[in-house]
């Protein structure tokens, strides 16, 4: 009869703990988690380890890859992140970096849309198919 006093007591200890450390542990606020991603893209920057396409450089390598390789990707001709490929077909590239982006998604969607592709980033960023790479 004891140990099942005991039993009891320990299930509604442990039911009590379970709602209550919770709420002793809050969700980190929006705010705090950008600023810790800003930071922690700051840091890799400076160590020269996050060399983004963007005129925003991209979160998506931040928690995949610590560090984002997406421009010399580019320069390679190879694809950047998913995150990139999206901002860059919205006009949010890098635009020094402009004629390489047609190829380097291509690589990722596939060969047969590269004129599909040189024809959308002449559209958003003002630079002829023929000067794309
Ligand atoms: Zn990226």
Redesign the pocket.
Known sequence: MEQKTLWIGLVLISILLVSVVPMMMPGMDRETYVDGMDQFRQDLMSQGKFR?CLEEP?S??LKKEEG?E?MDKLFDGKH??G??IGEILEGHGNRFLTKYFASAIAEKVGEQHLDDLKLIISEKYGVAVDEQV
């Open positions: 983004c991209c998506y390598c984002c997406c950047p992140c995150e990139c």
